[in-house]
């Protein structure tokens, strides 16, 4: 799907405005100039034994000596179809930390590398994105009953999903 991306000109057009109306990116971008030699691989996910998802790996960049800095993480939500808030807060309660979304990235309190960060996305992945019958990231959340489910589009599956943070 990448070739997609390059050419999909509305894409492309938000990435300038991007560039061109925040402090952020600039701010990234000299994170990324101080940490060029950082993870910045574009692996598949494999979340699913032999089930590769074209997902990027997050991209992780120290922010001081504090923070990090989870860059493409709007694009990763966006890949699962999945709320970024919602998405953060998982995070959250996994790190036992705080985080905040940005334009596009998300600011997460602790030292933690791409390594760490990659498992715990893959964990929501998992729990609240693949369907547990045929594996396909093709599913919504739906609740009924204050009970969350995960509906899949390929199959008609409906799983609830059953998680309790630790
Ligand atoms: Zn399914």
Redesign the pocket.
């Known amino acids: 799907m990448d070739y997609l991306r390059k050419f999909d000109p509305s894409l492309n057009k938000k990435r300038q405005e991007d560039q061109n109306n925040t402090n952020d990116l600039d701010y990234l971008k000299l994170l990324d100039m101080a940490f060029s030699n950082f993870n910045n691989n574009f692996n598949n996910i494999d979340v699913n034994k032999g089930q590769k998802i074209k997902i990027h790996s997050p991209n992780i960049l120290k922010d001081g000596s504090t923070h990090i800095i989870w860059t493409n993480f709007l694009d990763n939500c966006k890949s699962i179809n999945r709320e970024p808030k919602d998405v953060m807060e998982f995070i959250k309660k996994e790190l036992f930390t705080e985080a905040s979304v940005g334009t596009d990235h998300l600011k997460i309190r602790g030292r933690y590398n791409a390594h760490q960060i990659e498992s715990i996305f893959k964990k929501y992945i998992i729990e609240f994105v693949t369907?547990?019958?045929?594996?396909?990231i093709?599913?919504k959340l739906v609740k009924q009953n204050r009970i969350l489910f995960k509906e899949?589009?390929?199959?008609?599956?409906s799983n609830s999903i059953i998680y309790e943070h630790k």
């Open positions: 369907c547990n019958t045929c594996k396909n093709t599913t899949c589009s390929s199959c008609g599956a």
